[in-house]
């Protein structure tokens, strides 16, 4: 087990060698869709790439989130393992609609021989992610 102190060196070790090894700027919040944002998720025990949908408004979520099913076929052929949940419930009890695709492999974020892969996950997942949405960026912000 690590300290408080050691699994917080850890994950910014994580991060930073993320960045290093594939330096490049990902969409991530410059969607220009307040609360509509892309990230990697990097956690004890899983790793994910997401899509959350999390404007003040529920409203505008609902409307989002309804605009991201009505791709989910054309989403789901690009990647197919991607899962939509329109009730995700983040750590700090926050609901939020998000679409992620999991990490399939053993990882954990303190597990230095399990970074490479999730690396490679990200990037490949992210590029994907960010390509459908340039692709139906429209569609989307027609709300």
Request: hydrophobic share 40%.
């Amino acid at each position: 087990m690590f300290s408080k102190e050691e699994a917080a060196l850890l994950r910014k070790e994580f991060w930073t060698s993320f960045g290093k090894s594939f330096p490049r700027k990902w969409l991530l919040y410059n969607t220009k869709i307040k609360g509509f944002s892309f990230k990697f998720v990097g956690e004890r025990k899983q790793a994910m790439v997401c899509l959350d949908i999390e404007n003040p408004d529920e409203l505008v979520n609902l409307l989002y989130y309804d605009q991201m099913l009505s791709l989910k076929t054309l989403l789901e052929a690009e990647l197919p393992e991607v899962i939509f949940d329109d009730d995700y419930l983040l750590e700090s009890g926050k609901s939020i609609h998000r679409i992620y695709v999991p990490f399939d492999k053993k990882f954990s974020i303190y597990n230095k021989n399990s970074w490479r892969d999730c690396f490679e996950f990200y990037v490949e997942t992210m590029e994907k992610f960010e390509l459908f949405f340039y692709e139906y960026e429209d569609v989307i912000k027609n709300i």
